[in-house]
């Protein structure tokens, strides 16, 4: 069965400081994989997705992700972040060949932009 | 463009009364359509999906249950609330571009 890992529950940055968000995933072959942010009390928007080709995938907002098949993971970056930037940041999977495109979650990433 | 509405905002119900949560998607036809919930705090679990009108597919058992009477509309219901509902639904649709899905802006759901 697919999964979904982010091992850093809450991140709390400076303003301008980098940012860089873990995801490692479990399944057998390389799937699709994706990055939402949820602001406060708002449904979730999409940075980036990740289907196949160059593993450095180019986002919104400056954001940018980085799939290594090797390591299983699917890690988000961004250099300078701002106050807007506090959110919660999921990590996705979906299978290639699934019924319904079903996505798998990680449980998310809190992060606190510090003026 | 797509744009994805849903119905109510927000609700506060009370244990074992009838819920009803809509989503319209707008500028795309025959959209594959999906209903997601997410616990307070918590991580995001699919529940039903729908590739056409007329059928929906359960994915998790929460006695729930979906409808898609239209080919821009997905219904969420049920006809007795349990405390164990509350949360956040979201509403999302995808198309030809694979697997992304696109999400609404959710109804939150205070059950007491």
Redesign the interface.
């Known amino acids: 069965a697919q999964s979904v890992t982010q091992p850093d529950a809450r991140v709390t940055v400076s303003e301008g400081a980098s940012l860089q968000l873990r995801c490692k995933y479990s399944y057998s072959a390389t799937p699709y994989l994706f990055w939402y942010v949820q602001y406060p009390r708002q449904g979730l928007q999409l940075l980036l997705k990740y289907y196949s080709g160059d593993p450095v995938v180019q986002g919104v907002n400056s954001f940018e992700a980085e799939f290594s098949k090797s390591n299983s993971s699917f890690h988000l970056q961004k250099a300078s972040v701002h106050w807007s930037d506090s959110a919660v940041y999921f990590c996705a999977l979906s299978m290639t060949n699934s019924a319904g495109n079903k996505l798998t979650f990680g449980i998310g990433t809190r992060v606190l932009v510090r003026p | 463009a797509q744009t994805i509405h ?1 119905w109510p905002v927000a609700e506060i119900k009370a244990v074992g009364s009838p819920l009803s949560l809509g989503c319209t998607i707008k500028g795309k036809s025959s959209p ?1 359509l ?1 209903w997601y919930w997410q616990a307070t705090g ?5 529940l039903f ?1 729908s ?1 056409t009108v007329g059928q929906v ?1 359960s ?1 998790v058992q929460l006695n729930l249950s979906a409808s898609r009477p239209k080919d821009d509309q997905f219904i969420l219901s049920t006809e007795k609330l349990l405390l164990s509902h509350s949360g956040f639904y ?1 509403c ?1 649709w ?1 198309g030809d571009s ?9 109804s ?1 759901l205070i059950v007491v």
């Open positions: 849903q594959n999906y918590g991580t995001l679990q699919q999906y590739i597919e994915v979201l999302a995808s694979g697997n992304t899905l696109y999400f609404g802006e959710g939150r």
